[in-house]
C-alpha cells in the first residue's frame, strides 16, 4: 500500500512536471522581463518579439527545442533560436538567470533599498540622482560593474564611442538606463553595434531582458574535422581578425578564444558570435606606454593568461595573435575538443611544400618568457598569413 503511495506521489510531480514544462514557451512579458524596464536591454523590438504586442508586425518565434518549457531548465546560457521572416535568429539573455539576479541585487544597493526592490525604479533613481550622467554613475558605483570587460580600461573616449552609437538606436527617453544595464550585464548588444565591420553578426534589437542577432551557422567546434583547405580557409581569417581588432581606432582584446565563439556563415565567413568578452582599449589616451605590450603566457599553460593593467596600458600589444595562435590553431591549443588545434593534420604536400608552415604556428603561439629574446609574434602571424594564402591560391579559394 505505501508503495503504491510512493509511486503515485512520483507520478503526480511527473504529471506535473510534464504539464509545465512540456509547454510551449511563449515569448510574453514574463519571458522578456519587461517588468525590469528601464533596466533591460531596450523595447525597440518589442513589436516583433512580444506575443502580447497585437501589431501588424511580423512576429519572431522560437523553433526546435528553444519553443519548449523545459529548455529552461537545462538552457542555462539563455541562448534560444528561432525564426523572423524565416530567416534563422538567435534570442540571448545575455547572462544566466544568477547573473540577472546579481545585477538587479546590485541596483537595489546602489540605490540603498533591500535585495528584492522594484529595479524599473531604482535604475531611474540611480541615474536620476547623477544627472544622467553615465561615467559618473560608472565611478560612484563600481560595484555594478565589476565584471564588465567594457570598463576595465575606463577610457572615456571608446565608452563614448559606444553610447554614441547606441543612440543611432535608441532614442527614447530611457537610453541611459538600458546602456548602463548592457553594459553592467553583458555589452555584447553595444559592440556588434558600434563595430559593423564584418567580424560580428549583425544585431537585429532588444526588448526587455533579451536580444535577438543573426544566426550564423556551425561553429569551429563542429567544423573541427571539416577538409583541410576549408580549416585553413578559418585560420587565416581569424589572423586577419586579430589584425584588425589590434589596430585602428579603438583596440578590442578578445579573452574568450573558445572555438565555440567563432562561427562560419553558408559564405565562408568566419564570425565572433560571443562579443561579450573584450577589452576596449583607446590608444590615445594621454600616458599609455609606447612599446609593444608582449603577452608572455604568464599564469597557466592551458588557458588564457592575460593582465588588464598591461592590455589597458599600451598603445599596442600582441594579445589578439597570442589568443589566436596559442587558443586555437597551435598543437597545443586550450580546446578540449580539438586539443591538437584547428589546422591539425596537414596534408602531405603541404608539409613539403610548406616546411615552416607548421613551425610558425608554434612561434606565434609560443611564451617566451624564458628566455632573452623578445618574441616576434606579430611576424610570425604575418608569416603563416602569408604561408596560408599561397596554399589557398594554388587551390584556387585565395
Given at each position: 500500500?505505501?508503495?503504491?503511495?510512493?509511486?503515485?506521489?512520483?507520478?503526480?510531480?511527473?504529471?506535473?512536471?510534464?504539464?509545465?514544462?512540456?509547454?510551449?514557451?511563449?515569448?510574453?512579458?514574463?519571458?522578456?522581463?519587461?517588468?525590469?524596464?528601464?533596466?533591460?536591454?531596450?523595447q525597440g523590438l518589442c513589436p516583433a518579439v512580444n506575443e502580447n504586442e497585437y501589431t501588424g508586425t511580423p512576429k519572431i518565434n522560437l523553433v526546435g527545442f528553444s519553443k519548449w518549457k523545459i529548455m529552461k531548465l537545462i538552457n542555462v546560457k539563455n541562448v534560444?533560436?528561432?525564426?523572423?521572416?524565416?530567416?534563422?535568429?538567435?534570442?540571448?539573455?545575455?547572462?544566466?538567470?544568477?547573473?540577472?539576479?546579481?545585477?538587479?541585487?546590485?541596483?537595489?544597493?546602489?540605490?540603498?533599498?533591500?535585495?528584492?526592490?522594484?529595479?524599473?525604479?531604482?535604475?531611474?533613481?540611480?541615474?536620476?540622482?547623477?544627472?544622467?550622467?553615465?561615467?559618473?554613475?560608472?565611478?560612484?558605483?563600481?560595484?555594478?560593474?565589476?565584471?564588465?570587460?567594457?570598463?576595465?580600461?575606463?577610457?572615456?573616449?571608446?565608452?563614448?564611442?559606444?553610447?554614441?552609437?547606441?543612440?543611432?538606436?535608441?532614442?527614447?527617453?530611457?537610453?541611459?538606463?538600458?546602456?548602463?544595464?548592457?553594459?553592467?550585464?553583458?555589452?555584447?548588444?553595444?559592440?556588434?553595434?558600434?563595430?559593423?565591420?564584418?567580424?560580428?553578426?549583425?544585431?537585429?534589437?532588444?526588448?526587455?531582458?533579451?536580444?535577438?542577432?543573426?544566426?550564423?551557422?556551425?561553429t569551429l567546434t563542429e567544423l573541427g574535422h571539416t577538409p583541410w583547405h576549408a580549416r585553413a580557409d578559418y585560420a587565416r581569417q581569424l589572423i586577419e581578425m586579430a589584425q584588425d581588432f589590434s589596430s585602428g581606432k579603438f583596440l578590442l582584446y578578445m579573452t574568450?578564444?573558445?572555438?565555440?565563439?567563432?562561427?562560419?556563415?553558408?559564405?565562408?565567413?568566419?564570425?565572433?558570435?560571443?562579443?561579450?568578452?573584450?577589452?576596449?582599449?583607446?590608444?590615445?589616451?594621454?600616458?599609455?606606454?609606447?612599446?609593444?605590450?608582449?603577452?608572455?603566457?604568464?599564469?597557466?599553460?592551458?588557458?588564457?593568461?592575460?593582465?588588464?593593467?598591461?592590455?589597458?596600458?599600451?598603445?599596442?600589444?600582441?594579445?589578439?595573435?597570442?589568443?589566436?595562435?596559442?587558443?586555437?590553431?597551435?598543437?597545443?591549443a586550450f580546446s578540449r575538443d580539438l586539443p591538437s588545434g584547428l589546422l591539425h593534420d596537414p596534408p602531405g604536400w603541404v608539409r613539403k611544400e610548406h616546411p615552416r608552415l607548421m613551425s610558425l604556428i608554434e612561434e606565434c603561439a609560443r611564451p617566451e618568457s624564458?628566455?632573452?629574446?623578445?618574441?616576434?609574434?606579430?611576424?610570425?602571424?604575418?608569416?603563416?598569413?602569408?604561408?596560408?594564402?599561397?596554399?589557398?591560391?594554388?587551390?584556387?579559394?585565395?
Amino acid at each position: 500500500m505505501r508503495r503504491r503511495k510512493t509511486w503515485l506521489v512520483y507520478g503526480s510531480l511527473l504529471l506535473i512536471l510534464l504539464i509545465v514544462f512540456c509547454w510551449p514557451q511563449k515569448l510574453d512579458d514574463n519571458f522578456l522581463e519587461l517588468s525590469t524596464c528601464p533596466a533591460c536591454y531596450g523595447q525597440g523590438l518589442c513589436p516583433a518579439v512580444n506575443e502580447n504586442e497585437y501589431t501588424g508586425t511580423p512576429k519572431i518565434n522560437l523553433v526546435g527545442f528553444s519553443k519548449w518549457k523545459i529548455m529552461k531548465l537545462i538552457n542555462v546560457k539563455n541562448v534560444y533560436y528561432g525564426q523572423s521572416n524565416s530567416m534563422p535568429v538567435v534570442l540571448k539573455k545575455l547572462a544566466h538567470d544568477s547573473e540577472l539576479h546579481e545585477y538587479n541585487t546590485k541596483l537595489c544597493k546602489a540605490n540603498k533599498e533591500g535585495d528584492n526592490c522594484d529595479v524599473s525604479l531604482a535604475i531611474k533613481s540611480v541615474l536620476a540622482r547623477n544627472s544622467l550622467n553615465i561615467a559618473q554613475v560608472i565611478n560612484r558605483y563600481p560595484h555594478i560593474f565589476e565584471t564588465s570587460e567594457g570598463v576595465k580600461c575606463n577610457h572615456n573616449r571608446s565608452l563614448y564611442n559606444l553610447y554614441e552609437n547606441y543612440m543611432n538606436i535608441d532614442s527614447g527617453p530611457y537610453q541611459q538606463h538600458h546602456f548602463i544595464t548592457m553594459l553592467a550585464v553583458n555589452m555584447e548588444p553595444l559592440i556588434l553595434n558600434a563595430f559593423r565591420d564584418g567580424w560580428f553578426p549583425a544585431l537585429h534589437g532588444m526588448c526587455g531582458r533579451v536580444m535577438v542577432e543573426e544566426y550564423i551557422g556551425p561553429t569551429l567546434t563542429e567544423l573541427g574535422h571539416t577538409p583541410w583547405h576549408a580549416r585553413a580557409d578559418y585560420a587565416r581569417q581569424l589572423i586577419e581578425m586579430a589584425q584588425d581588432f589590434s589596430s585602428g581606432k579603438f583596440l578590442l582584446y578578445m579573452t574568450d578564444v573558445s572555438l565555440d565563439n567563432f562561427a562560419v556563415n553558408s559564405n565562408g565567413k568566419v564570425k565572433l558570435i560571443d562579443a561579450e568578452n573584450i577589452v576596449l582599449v583607446d590608444p590615445a589616451v594621454d600616458g599609455l606606454d609606447h612599446s609593444e605590450h608582449i603577452n608572455e603566457g604568464f599564469g597557466c599553460r592551458d588557458c588564457l593568461s592575460f593582465s588588464y593593467e598591461d592590455l589597458c596600458g599600451h598603445v599596442m600589444a600582441d594579445h589578439n595573435f597570442f589568443a589566436v595562435c596559442k587558443g586555437m590553431l597551435s598543437s597545443h591549443a586550450f580546446s578540449r575538443d580539438l586539443p591538437s588545434g584547428l589546422l591539425h593534420d596537414p596534408p602531405g604536400w603541404v608539409r613539403k611544400e610548406h616546411p615552416r608552415l607548421m613551425s610558425l604556428i608554434e612561434e606565434c603561439a609560443r611564451p617566451e618568457s624564458h628566455t632573452s629574446i623578445v618574441p616576434q609574434r606579430r611576424q610570425a602571424a604575418a608569416a603563416l598569413h602569408t604561408q596560408l594564402m599561397q596554399v589557398l591560391h594554388k587551390l584556387g579559394r585565395a
